[in-house]
């Protein structure tokens, strides 16, 4: 191998830190936990090779060792394979065919990927490199060390004298150090995740994360054998039994997740962790149920994880065989997949339709626009150009010529999608489709109508549409946009597309976005080149049912019009989000930079929320997202929608990962939740958000596959693979992770819960569903969005520790609900048809929504009240803790659900006149009176599905003197969603 060797010395490298890994004694070890369900349960006679699997391909031999790279978007160019042939222990890439492999260097000590990008230690230890990409060619980034290791979070290397740890290029603090970085003192062992690094003490005694953005270590656990990472995963195996655990960031808490292995792998991109059993006769991977692995693979001696396929080598004659998993995931609602084939600079739009498609618009590289739609996953169209394509023939076709670097809008506004999109010529121009009907302008003939002729749109626009309900699907068109010497313009235009105002200008302005609350008021947000952020407000003048083109729109009442200031003298914002009108009140984000003290002169940096309230003086309202360490230049850039009455944000983060969080209206003290990654994709611009209901469009059958259902959809660009575009059914890849975390879905086998519900070893009984990320039932969505309805301080445990207890009650069983406890989940089983019931899990069929699912899981939240039903426990201290509510205010509650319960279902004190029981909702002939828990489940119901219909019962009952549903409303009101109100499907009612 062609290393230049130098001497050179990691230990000579500058040192940032001398922190150590020491000994905490005192720390909880990893627990030793009793084997529930065996991690490899199959007998040793039924194991086969990995050759005899379907899914292997034997892909070259012998070889030694195996390093796998990735870059998103690709998974074909941007997934790489590197191993080393015997007996030389030359290194070679992959070139995608069986048996076609190109030699780029010699041998090395270790080989390690950070992404797809190649490292090597040299063989004696002296030196680290780096491969360039060209066969042969490899540059020296550091001296000597005793090892190293690489994943997303960088490379790392131990000195070969200290075992110190250090850092290449390290994301440090506020910024990227060049060269050698020590982040702390020797360990046992190293493990590299997507943002955290782990060590484990020499003496194994304690597991250590390293949070870049603090420049700390902090112990997350006791001893272990080993720690392995990958994604934002993090393992370890228990020193005595071998068993392996997983931990969970968010409880900081270890569970048992498996027994031994020979070997451990882990994809560096999701995390997923695959097994070699103890015997080598067996290839597993863990299913994400604790306990639960699927097997994958016979016989192998070592394997090696690399999304999205996993790599092994065969006894005897170490021939390298590839399990290949790409089908599986191009299929899969959780991962991003093509479009089809279009090159293009910027992130496309995306939207649902009335005609029950989901459409993608694109901008090609040379100006043209295309579109392209689908009815399921995995079935777009080919792109069609919007308007006539350019002629190749001696007289040239007119055609439209958008921007190549501007992205377009798309806006669905009633039956009809309106796009937009910035012209060649600096001009704005619309095309609408309505139905099924091709794409069209307001100008007979024309598929491109141009709204303005100036010329001076010169950079990202947006537009709002607003609407009087009475005139037919007249409206105005508000937009925004970037214009010249470095100025926000506004214009309006009629229904027609005529121009209908004056231009107004912000000066000193960067870019600006628009939004409407779709009839009288439109308000922007507005960057400058200052420290601030403008909020303007224009509202409609005279009555709301008038003639729009006859109308002007004036700057909004008092207290409308505000600003944002960035922390400090030398604070500045960047990267507006779209403004979104949302309960009440319209929505803006932004990325913001400020000093963090007055003596370090180091930046901290936040995404941050804003809301307006029309109508009321600005009261400041301000909650941050998440804060955050740029790289270089890069800030964060969000994007908003309204989902389901849910105010939904997907987001580019500094290191360019999607990410998502929403705003947990149901909780006003802690309202953004989320910041995971999504599915790893990368991009270097804002996301692009739409939403689809497609359940209307859908037939008993089609709840039976995968399929889109109520869901939110992304779309991004990556330009640094030639404009490749990918999307992804966003709101399932936020759902099934958290639905993992709490459920085990399992498909039936009858579609009656008798007698499979006894036993689950009955030959008809539920079968266990090992993959979520490839189900792709929309059922999945109505099942995660339950999550939603609760605060998140109540549902993001309810569930999972309800099976806790009824399983260390030991009254279940089923086999669903197996020790150890703290193992087990929330068994969701799916029927094709039937009814709904509870009998050791809940049983619901696919069909169902999430009003219709939360009546069975409304038992399990009922239950962590300690809501029993009638003549049974009251509530404990364990049931306050669980729930984090008062002892004191759950007594009250048994008290106040379980006054005038009768099995009968009987009014107590009368009926109103449409037959409801005073004191309750009357559901299904007041089904809700029969129990103390279905009077709470009910009550709930409808609080955050119809508060309307709610409160007008509440109404009726005190018209007759009668407060019993009253005070169930305000219970529910002050303990559970802490003063949020509801209207109709979990819109929130804010002041």
Same mark, same amino acid.
């Given at each position: 191998?062609?290393y230049?060797l130098?001497?050179?010395?990691?230990n000579?490298?500058?040192?940032?830190?001398?922190?150590?890994?020491?000994?905490?004694?005192?720390?909880r070890?990893?627990?030793?936990?009793?084997?529930?369900?065996?991690?490899l349960?199959?007998?040793?006679?039924?194991k086969?090779?990995?050759?005899?699997?379907?899914?292997?391909?034997?892909i070259?031999?012998?070889?030694?060792?195996?390093?796998?790279?990735?870059?998103?978007?690709?998974?074909?160019?941007?997934?790489?394979?590197?191993?080393?042939?015997?007996?030389e222990?030359?290194?070679?890439?992959?070139?995608?065919?069986?048996?076609s492999?190109?030699?780029?260097?010699?041998?090395?000590?270790?080989?390690?990927?950070?992404?797809?990008?190649?490292y090597?230690?040299?063989?004696d230890?002296?030196?680290v490199?780096?491969?360039?990409g060209?066969?042969?060619?490899?540059?020296?980034?550091g001296?000597?060390?005793?090892?190293?290791?690489?994943?997303?979070?960088g490379?790392?290397?131990?000195?070969?004298?200290?075992?110190?740890?250090?850092?290449?290029?390290?994301?440090?603090?506020?910024s990227?150090?060049?060269?050698?970085?020590?982040?702390?003192?020797?360990?046992?062992i190293?493990?590299?995740?997507a943002e955290?690094?782990?060590?484990?003490?020499?003496d194994?005694?304690?597991?250590?994360?390293?949070?870049?953005?603090?420049?700390?270590?902090?112990?997350?656990?006791?001893?272990?054998?080993?720690i392995?990472?990958?994604g934002?995963?993090?393992?370890?195996?228990?020193?005595?039994?071998?068993?392996?655990?997983?931990?969970n960031?968010?409880?900081?808490?270890?569970?048992?997740i498996?027994?031994?292995?020979?070997?451990f792998?882990?994809?560096q991109?999701?995390?997923?962790?695959?097994g070699?059993?103890p015997?080598a006769?067996?290839?597993?991977?863990y299913?994400g149920?604790p306990?639960?692995?699927?097997?994958?693979?016979?016989?192998?001696?070592?394997?090696?994880a690399?999304?999205p396929?996993?790599?092994?080598?065969?006894?005897?004659?170490?021939?390298?065989?590839?399990?290949?998993?790409?089908?599986?995931?191009?299929?899969?609602?959780?991962?991003w997949?093509?479009?089809?084939?279009?090159?293009?600079?910027?992130?496309?739009?995306?939207?649902?339709?009335?005609?029950?498609r989901?459409?993608?618009?694109?901008?090609?590289?040379?100006?043209?626009?295309?579109?392209?739609?689908?009815v399921?996953?995995g079935?777009?169209d080919?792109?069609?150009?919007i308007?006539p394509?350019?002629?190749?023939?001696?007289?040239?076709t007119p055609?439209f010529y958008?921007?190549?670097?501007t992205s377009?809008?798309?806006?669905?506004?009633?039956?009809?999608?309106?796009?937009?999109?910035?012209?060649?010529?600096n001009?704005?121009?619309?095309?609408f489709?309505a139905?099924n009907?091709?794409?069209?302008?307001?100008?007979?003939g024309v598929?491109w109508q141009?709204l303005?002729?100036?010329?001076r749109?010169?950079?990202?626009?947006?537009?709002?549409?607003?609407a009087?309900?009475?005139?037919?699907g007249?409206?105005?068109?508000?937009?925004?946009?970037?214009?010249?010497?470095?100025?926000?313009?506004?214009?309006?235009?009629?229904?027609?597309?005529?121009?209908?105002?004056?231009?107004?200008?912000?000066?000193?302005?960067?870019?600006?976005?628009?939004g409407?609350d779709?009839?009288n008021?439109?308000?922007?947000?507005?960057?400058?080149?200052?420290?601030?952020?403008?909020?303007?407000?224009?509202?409609r003048?005279?009555p709301?049912?008038?003639?729009?083109?006859?109308?002007?729109?004036?700057?909004?009442?008092?207290?409308?019009?505000?600003?944002?200031?960035?922390?400090?003298?030398?604070?500045?914002?960047?990267?507006?989000?779209?403004v979104?009108?949302?309960?009440?009140?319209f929505?803006?984000?932004?990325a913001?930079?400020?000093?963090c003290?007055d003596?370090?002169?180091?930046?901290c940096?936040?995404?941050?929320?804003?809301r307006?309230?029309?109508?009321?003086?600005?009261?400041g309202?301000?909650?941050?997202?998440?804060?955050?360490t740029?790289q270089?230049?890069?800030h964060p850039?969000?994007?908003?929608?309204v989902?389901?009455?849910?105010?939904?944000?997907?987001?580019?983060?500094?290191q360019?990962?999607?990410?998502?969080?929403?705003?947990?209206?149901a909780d006003?003290?802690?309202?953004?939740?989320?910041?995971e990654?999504?599915?790893?994709?990368?991009?270097?611009?804002?996301?692009?958000?739409?939403?689809?209901?497609?359940?209307?469009?859908?037939?008993?059958?089609?709840?039976?596959?995968?399929?889109?259902?109520?869901?939110?959809?992304a779309?991004?660009?990556?330009?640094?693979?030639?404009?490749?575009?990918?999307?992804?059914?966003f709101?399932r890849?936020?759902f099934?992770?958290?639905?993992?975390?709490?459920?085990?879905?399992?498909?039936?086998?009858?579609?009656?819960?008798n007698?499979?519900?006894?036993?689950?070893?009955?030959?008809?009984?539920?079968?266990?569903e090992?993959?979520?990320?490839?189900?792709?039932?929309?059922?999945?969505?109505?099942l995660?969005?339950?999550?939603?309805?609760?605060p998140?301080?109540?549902?993001?445990?309810t569930?999972? %520790?309800?099976t806790?207890?009824g399983c260390?009650?030991?009254?279940?069983?089923?086999?669903?609900?197996?020790?150890?406890?703290?193992?087990?989940?929330?068994p969701v089983?799916?029927?094709s048809?039937?009814?709904i019931?509870?009998?050791?899990?809940?049983?619901?069929?696919?069909?169902? %929504?999430?009003?219709?699912?939360?009546?069975?899981?409304?038992?399990?939240?009922?239950?962590?009240?300690?809501?029993?039903?009638?003549?049974s426990?009251?509530?404990?201290?364990?049931?306050?803790?669980?729930s984090?509510?008062?002892?004191?205010?759950?007594?009250?509650?048994?008290?106040?659900?379980?006054?005038?319960?009768?099995?009968?279902r009987?009014?107590t004190v009368?009926a109103?006149?449409s037959?409801?029981?005073?004191?309750?909702?009357?559901?299904?002939?007041n089904?809700?009176?029969?129990?103390?828990?279905?009077?709470?489940?009910?009550?709930?119901?409808?609080?955050?599905?119809?508060?309307?219909?709610l409160?007008q019962?509440?109404?009726?009952?005190?018209?007759?003197?009668?407060m019993l549903?009253q005070?169930?409303?305000?219970?529910?009101?002050?303990?559970?969603?802490?003063g949020?109100?509801?209207?109709?499907?979990?819109?929130?009612?804010?002041?």
């Amino acid at each position: 191998m062609p290393y230049k060797l130098s001497g050179k010395r990691i230990n000579q490298l500058r040192t940032l830190s001398v922190l150590t890994l020491k000994r905490i004694n005192q720390l909880r070890t990893l627990s030793v936990l009793t084997l529930g369900i065996l991690f490899l349960s199959f007998p040793v006679a039924t194991k086969s090779s990995v050759s005899s699997q379907s899914l292997w391909g034997q892909i070259w031999g012998p070889v030694g060792t195996v390093a796998i790279g990735w870059k998103f978007p690709d998974t074909e160019k941007g997934h790489v394979v590197y191993a080393t042939k015997l007996p030389e222990g030359d290194i070679y890439v992959y070139n995608g065919s069986p048996g076609s492999w190109t030699k780029i260097g010699g041998p090395a000590k270790k080989f390690v990927t950070v992404g797809n990008i190649l490292y090597a230690l040299s063989p004696d230890g002296s030196g680290v490199y780096q491969y360039t990409g060209a066969p042969g060619q490899w540059t020296q980034v550091g001296g000597a060390a005793g090892e190293i290791y690489g994943g997303l979070a960088g490379l790392f290397a131990t000195n070969p004298q200290t075992g110190d740890i250090n850092a290449y290029n390290c994301g440090c603090g506020s910024s990227i150090l060049p060269g050698w970085t020590k982040l702390g003192g020797p360990g046992k062992i190293f493990a590299v995740g997507a943002e955290y690094l782990y060590g484990l003490s020499p003496d194994g005694s304690v597991v250590w994360q390293f949070d870049f953005a603090t420049m700390r270590w902090a112990a997350v656990g006791g001893a272990a054998a080993s720690i392995y990472a990958g994604g934002n995963k993090l393992y370890a195996t228990n020193p005595q039994s071998g068993d392996v655990l997983e931990y969970n960031h968010e409880t900081g808490q270890w569970m048992k997740i498996g027994g031994p292995g020979k070997m451990f792998a882990v994809d560096q991109v999701t995390g997923d962790l695959y097994g070699l059993s103890p015997d080598a006769s067996a290839v597993y991977k863990y299913t994400g149920t604790p306990n639960q692995w699927m097997n994958v693979g016979g016989a192998a001696t070592s394997i090696y994880a690399g999304w999205p396929n996993l790599y092994a080598t065969s006894p005897a004659t170490l021939n390298l065989w590839r399990w290949d998993n790409s089908q599986a995931y191009a299929h899969s609602q959780t991962a991003w997949t093509k479009l089809p084939p279009i090159t293009s600079n910027v992130t496309p739009a995306v939207s649902g339709h009335s005609d029950g498609r989901v459409y993608t618009v694109a901008v090609a590289f040379n100006g043209l626009m295309a579109y392209s739609s689908t009815v399921a996953p995995g079935s777009w169209d080919a792109w069609q150009t919007i308007g006539p394509a350019p002629s190749t023939g001696p007289t040239l076709t007119p055609a439209f010529y958008a921007d190549p670097d501007t992205s377009p809008v798309l806006i669905r506004f009633g039956d009809v999608l309106y796009l937009f999109a910035r012209g060649r010529d600096n001009n704005l121009y619309a095309s609408f489709k309505a139905g099924n009907n091709d794409w069209a302008s307001w100008k007979s003939g024309v598929t491109w109508q141009s709204l303005t002729s100036d010329g001076r749109v010169r950079g990202r626009f947006d537009v709002a549409l607003t609407a009087p309900g009475d005139f037919g699907g007249n409206f105005d068109i508000h937009v925004l946009y970037a214009s010249e010497s470095n100025s926000v313009e506004y214009r309006r235009f009629d229904f027609f597309g005529n121009p209908v105002s004056a231009t107004e200008k912000w000066s000193n302005g960067v870019e600006g976005t628009i939004g409407t609350d779709g009839a009288n008021q439109v308000w922007m947000a507005i960057r400058t080149n200052g420290r601030q952020v403008l909020i303007e407000a224009k509202t409609r003048n005279g009555p709301a049912f008038t003639n729009p083109s006859q109308l002007g729109w004036a700057l909004g009442s008092s207290g409308s019009v505000t600003s944002r200031l960035a922390d400090g003298p030398q604070g500045a914002f960047f990267n507006i989000s779209n403004v979104v009108y949302f309960a009440g009140a319209f929505h803006v984000a932004y990325a913001v930079k400020y000093l963090c003290d007055d003596v370090s002169g180091r930046y901290c940096h936040d995404l941050a929320h804003t809301r307006i309230r029309p109508g009321k003086p600005d009261d400041g309202y301000v909650r941050f997202i998440t804060d955050y360490t740029p790289q270089g230049t890069e800030h964060p850039q969000a994007e908003l929608i309204v989902y389901r009455n849910k105010l939904v944000m997907a987001y580019r983060d500094h290191q360019g990962w999607i990410r998502y969080a929403y705003w947990d209206s149901a909780d006003p003290t802690t309202p953004w939740v989320g910041r995971e990654i999504i599915a790893w994709a990368s991009t270097q611009q804002r996301p692009g958000l739409g939403a689809l209901n497609r359940r209307p469009f859908l037939s008993g059958n089609d709840y039976a596959t995968s399929n889109f259902g109520d869901d939110l959809f992304a779309v991004v660009n990556d330009s640094r693979t030639n404009g490749l575009l990918w999307f992804i059914n966003f709101s399932r890849g936020i759902f099934i992770p958290q639905i993992g975390e709490q459920f085990a879905l399992y498909n039936s086998n009858s579609d009656g819960m008798n007698p499979v519900c006894r036993d689950q070893n009955d030959p008809f009984a539920p079968t266990l569903e090992s993959n979520l990320s490839q189900d792709g039932r929309p059922f999945l969505t109505e099942l995660g969005y339950n999550l939603w309805t609760l605060p998140h301080w109540l549902a993001g445990r309810t569930f999972k %520790d309800a099976t806790e207890l009824g399983c260390q009650a030991g009254t279940n069983t089923s086999g669903r609900f197996d020790p150890p406890c703290d193992a087990v989940k929330y068994p969701v089983i799916i029927m094709s048809g039937g009814g709904i019931g509870i009998c050791s899990g809940i049983w619901q069929t696919r069909q169902d %929504d999430y009003k219709r699912i939360w009546e069975e899981l409304g038992h399990a939240t009922a239950g962590i009240l300690g809501l029993s039903d009638n003549n049974s426990q009251a509530p404990t201290q364990t049931n306050a803790s669980l729930s984090k509510i008062p002892l004191s205010a759950l007594s009250q509650a048994f008290n106040l659900f379980g006054q005038r319960v009768r099995g009968d279902r009987s009014c107590t004190v009368g009926a109103a006149s449409s037959g409801r029981c005073r004191g309750f909702t009357g559901i299904a002939g007041n089904y809700d009176v029969g129990t103390r828990q279905h009077s709470f489940i009910y009550t709930a119901y409808y609080y955050f599905s119809d508060g309307d219909q709610l409160r007008q019962w509440v109404q009726e009952d005190l018209q007759n003197g009668d407060m019993l549903l009253q005070d169930k409303y305000n219970w529910i009101k002050q303990n559970i969603f802490k003063g949020i109100e509801f209207r109709r499907d979990n819109e929130p009612l804010i002041d």
